[in-house]
């Protein structure tokens, strides 16, 4: 007999982890110096522009968005473009709107680029908000004056304000893998998805039952995917070469699908959302 995702569910659950370890991990090492430098340089080119659009990851629409725009929300005309919304579960869209709402965000739009989805609602929204609002650094504006767009590299926010959102952060890709290292990550991973019940996981691999344990889940994905290594053990009577599971390209891959697509759409804020954090029960 096989169970349902629901019953699996229920089956396991009581052995998955309450909480995830965030102590003695270092978030400042994460992220690179040369950000600040970032930082000042785009700070300086928004004296330039009538409208900021402000692109975010849509499994992450609560964490670690930049601090920087905060500042700037109540001088220019803002657009909050929350992109591969294909990859977050936006069940609870409309509670994502308020809250971003309560901090002062009135413009949002969901994109999904790689698809072209909701992409063409950004200029139409660009021209009315800079149309309702203050011309900057213009005499007249014409009906359909030219629209340039001053694009910035990606930059974080300077202080990360917990490991939680690091963590978040990693996931979506920001920071290299091997600064937080791959397993660290795809445990913070595997204890996000039990968390929610989301076991496409089971599912993509094959693996037959939901497991919260991060090391059994690798050497069953390395197995798998027959990503094994050879290793030389020292035993009394020599050396011997050990087939073992590389549990790092396990992880790699376990990273990779998630931020594929193949295991599901997430939404990792859903905490953030009903008031909790990772290190609450």
Known sequence: MRLSPRSLCAAVRAAWRESFPLEGRDVARWFPGHMAKG???????????????????ARIPLSGRNPLFQETLGLKPHLLVLNKMDLADLKEQQKIIRHLEREGIKHVVFTNCVKDENVKQVIPTVTELVGSSYRYHRGEVCERPLMFLLDTPGVLAPRIPSVETGLKLALCGTVLDHLVGEETLADFLLYTLNRHQLLGYVQHYGLGEACDDIASVLKRVAVKLRKTQKVKVLTGTGNVNVIQPDYPAAARDFLRAFRSGLLGPVMLDRDFLQGRSAEEP
């Open 39 to 57: 930082l000042k340089k785009m700070q300086s080119s928004l004296k330039l522009v009538d409208c900021i659009i402000e692109v975010h990851d």
